[in-house]
């Protein structure tokens, strides 16, 4: 299970793109999930090849970086309170207002790719985006990640 650590964050304010993704992979490095160079590594990423994600008008992130900066496979998110700006992940002059991060720490190539698979699924469902909106517990957040086949 990728969330057994249960790392998430509810509606948060944040500032920046880097402000929320240094909160984030600070949260992983201290369940000790990756190595000091995490974060690095997510920044220079998205740097590189942005993860922004407009489905539906609404906007999400995919962070994630080598799987040599990660100790043990583990997913960890955010809702915003209000959006920050990401690049988009078709086009880096296009800016991404996202309002939902999940930054993924997978040890494994295959493992990367069915997250993804199965979170842009979730992510063009209507009905669990709105979900996910209204979702202030873990406990929720849980249970609406399974019900879209991502666990």
């Known amino acids: ?16 793109q880097q402000a929320v993704l240094t909160q984030m992979a600070q949260m992983l490095l201290e369940h000790q999930i990756v190595t000091t160079d995490f974060l690095a590594g997510i920044l220079q990423r998205e740097k590189e090849y942005p993860t922004g994600l407009l ?3 609404v906007g999400f992130a995919l962070p994630h970086t080598d799987s040599t900066k990660v ?5 960890c998110f955010a809702s915003l309170a209000e959006p920050v700006n990401f690049c988009s992940m078709a086009d880096k002059d296009e800016i991404v207002p996202v309002k939902f991060i999940f930054m993924l720490a997978m040890k ?8 993804l698979q199965n979170l842009v699924a979730l ?4 009905q669990k985006v709105q979900l996910l909106a209204q979702c202030h517990s873990t406990h929720e ?4 990640l399974a019900s879209a086949g991502v666990n």
């Open 1 to 16: 299970m990728y969330f057994d650590q249960q790392l998430c964050l509810f509606n948060i304010t944040a500032t920046s």
């Open 55 to 57: 489905v539906n008008s």
């Open 71 to 75: 100790n043990r496979p583990q997913i």
């Open 108 to 115: 494994q190539p295959h493992e990367q790719l069915e997250n």
């Open 123 to 126: 992510f063009q469902d209507e």
């Open 141 to 144: 957040f849980i249970s609406i």
